[in-house]
């Protein structure tokens, strides 16, 4: 389990800058790729609150998870954390949600176009990963 944890810390920042999707306005023009990266660089110029919770959810949740399940799983931390990191992780659980609502919306809405990418899938197993390597820690919390 430790070794799957560990390889999120590689995993999380590819998932970073892969595409997500494609999307362009109108079905006649060229389609954008967009990476979590990407999208929180848009986000920086036009809304900063909504930047900073982005980040959040979308980068410091899932990391600081990853790191802290590592501590308890090499007895650096107390077992005792691991509430709070699954709480991280379901934190970081909302971006994807939210990236899934957007595309839903846009493709509602039919006056843009957008294609998901193999991005959105690896960054949603990253975090179910994630999620999946905190109950199987909770649960064999004894070994730890």
């Known amino acids: ?83 709070a990191l699954t709480l991280l992780g379901k934190l970081a659980m909302a971006d994807v949600f939210l990236i899934a609502l957007y595309i839903t919306v846009i493709k509602g809405i039919g006056v843009g176009r957008i294609e998901t990418l193999w991005g959105l899938y690896l960054f949603t197993l990253c975090i179910l990963t994630s999620i999946g390597c905190s109950i199987l820690t909770k649960r064999n919390e004894s070994k730890y």
Request: aromatic share 12%.
């Open 1 to 83: 389990m430790r070794w799957i944890n560990l390889s999120l810390l590689v995993l999380f920042p590819v998932a970073w800058f892969a595409p997500l999707m494609q999307a362009g306005l109108l079905p006649l023009f060229g389609l954008e790729r967009i990476s979590v990266i990407t999208g929180l660089q848009a986000l920086w110029s036009s809304d900063v609150v909504l930047a900073l919770v982005v980040t959040l959810f979308a980068l410091f949740a899932p990391y600081l998870k990853t790191i802290g399940l590592a501590l308890v799983h090499f007895g650096l931390a107390d077992p005792r954390l691991l509430p």
